[in-house]
């Protein structure tokens, strides 16, 4: 099978196209003939290397062997199962979450039976279902399960018009909240779009020096500071950034301390929150972007793009 392997950390043409065995199904394994998949910031910054701190996990000098073929999302039909597997039937359509495992930049992927996976919704293709995975599950984690949004609040989300943007917008309108989206100007129509009730543009001034005050800022693209972003908080309010080593000493700090508080975390298990994402993307009620789509072999173009910081929602790969 065709597989985008990076055997060095480093610029996107570190990306190459080779050919690889088909992964050997085993016990309670699914295998995934792989339609469509995404490139993601995530994926990128493995790609690079970066954090620092982050290659203990991904290789300290070069990418760990089974680390080398990236892919978070993936969207399929399952070619085969292994014994004891009943969740799936090969011919199903699926879209999932690879986690850790990553993989799904290739012809096939396998995941345990028991992965982020679920049912594809019937109407979406399956480059939409590639794309309806990380982002809207991120969103969902944060809003839902670490800020608890209600209705009636007033919710503010930093980079508004990328994959966990684009979905935090419509999540924390169907949660009843209104929403401040902050994004540049090419983006401004598009989160208007997506149900945003107001709109900065970034380039035209700062959310953490206006006037506004909100129960929840949500930065999807850690651009901002929570020693800045404090002061846009309401008594009580909530800073949830989705990276950076110091927002986990924040997290710390302000737990102890009480008040205005910063939550951090990761959306590793997905498989609860896809029923969930699966039923709104049907309802019709959350729309996926996509901004551009590349076949496999112009993955190492896709990877420029995202580099580039400037995507709107997601970027799918068709395999
Ligand atoms: N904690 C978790 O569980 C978790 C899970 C998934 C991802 N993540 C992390 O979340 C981050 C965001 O991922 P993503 O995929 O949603 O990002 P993304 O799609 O790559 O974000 C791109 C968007 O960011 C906007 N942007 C760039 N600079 C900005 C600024 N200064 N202010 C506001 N918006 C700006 C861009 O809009 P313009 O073109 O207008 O600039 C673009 O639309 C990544 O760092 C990823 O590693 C965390």
Redesign the pocket.
């Known amino acids: 099978m065709r597989a985008a392997v990076h055997t060095n950390f480093g610029p996107p043409d570190v990306v190459q196209v080779v050919e690889k065995p088909v992964p050997p199904v085993r016990p309670g394994d699914v295998l995934i003939k792989v339609h469509a998949t995404t490139v ?3 994926e990128c ?1 493995m790609r690079r290397g970066e954090p620092l701190w982050g290659r203990v996990i991904l290789g300290l000098r070069r990418p760990r062997t089974r680390l080398r073929t990236l892919g978070l999302e993936v969207s399929g039909t399952v070619d085969e199962v292994g014994a004891d597997v009943t969740e799936f039937s090969p011919g199903d359509e699926v879209f999932g979450f690879t986690g850790f495992s990553v993989g799904a930049h290739a012809d096939y992927v396998r995941l345990p039976a028991t992965a982020s996976l679920s049912l594809k919704p019937s109407s979406l293709t399956f480059v939409e279902a590639a794309a309806a995975v ?2 809207a599950t ?1 969103a969902l ?1 944060f809003l839902r399960d670490k800020a608890k949004v209600r209705p009636g609040q007033h919710v503010l989300i ?2 508004a ?5 684009t979905y935090a917008v419509q999540l924390a309108k169907h949660f009843g909240a209104t929403v401040t989206a ?3 100007p ?2 401004v129509d598009l989160v208007r779009s997506l149900g945003a009730d107001h709109v900065i543009d ?1 380039t035209c001034g700062d959310f953490t020096s206006g006037v506004g005050r909100y129960d929840v800022v949500f930065d ?4 901002s500071s929570f020693r800045a972003a404090r002061r846009s908080l309401r008594p009580g309010g909530k800073y949830l950034p ?2 950076g080593l110091v927002n986990n000493l924040w997290a710390l700090w302000t737990l102890l301390r009480g008040g205005k508080r910063v939550l951090v ?4 298990n997905k498989r609860a929150a896809l029923p969930f994402i699966s039923a709104l993307l049907e309802s019709g009620e959350l729309r996926v972007i996509v901004d551009r789509t590349y076949p496999l072999a112009e993955i190492v173009a896709a990877h420029r793009h ?1 580099d580039a ?5 997601n970027v799918v790969v068709t395999v």
């Open positions: 993601t910031s995530a910054a990380d982002g991120t984690f930093n980079g018009s990328g994959s966990i943007g902050v994004c540049g090419s983006n970034y999807t693209v850690t651009k989705t990276t975390g990761m959306s590793v995202v910081g400037h995507k709107r929602g």
